[in-house]
């Protein structure tokens, strides 16, 4: 199972950037799915999660009513909606890929050890 992170990019804060990690192998339908971002110097922190079908979705404090996770799994992929950017945004943002939870399960709650699939990461970079 790969995944494929882009998007990311230089924006002033208030900006906006839409992040996609498409995978390929698996199946991606029955795959929990979240994004984590790392600034230098700090831990991987979750940011936001979609379940395998798309009916929950789960966020970070600090991106509450700022970002919007979504999928589309009949192209496999994954999107992340940044509005309002901040220059504490600034992080490599990860996708990851989690398989056999429940469709209920707050994947807030679930460390990043746990999932078993991740990308490359892209790297947001926002400018005060």
């Known amino acids: 199972v790969q995944l494929q992170a882009s998007g990311g990019g230089l924006v002033q804060a208030g900006g906006s950037l839409r992040l996609a990690c498409v995978v390929s192998g698996g199946t991606f339908s029955s795959y929990s799915m979240a994004w984590f971002r790392q600034a230098p110097g700090k831990e991987r922190e979750f940011v936001a999660g979609v379940s395998w079908s798309g009916d929950n979705t789960y966020y970070a404090d600090s991106v509450k009513g700022r970002a919007t996770i979504s999928r589309d799994n009949a192209k496999n992929t994954v999107y992340l909606q940044m509005n309002s950017l901040k220059p504490e945004d600034t992080a490599a943002y990860y996708c990851?890929?989690?398989?056999?939870?429940?469709?209920?399960?707050?994947?807030?709650?679930?460390?990043?050890?746990?999932?078993?699939?991740w990308g490359q990461g892209t790297q947001v970079t926002v400018s005060s």
């Open positions: 990851a890929a989690l398989s056999g939870f429940s469709d209920y399960d707050d994947l807030s709650l679930i460390r990043a050890d746990d999932y078993d699939y």
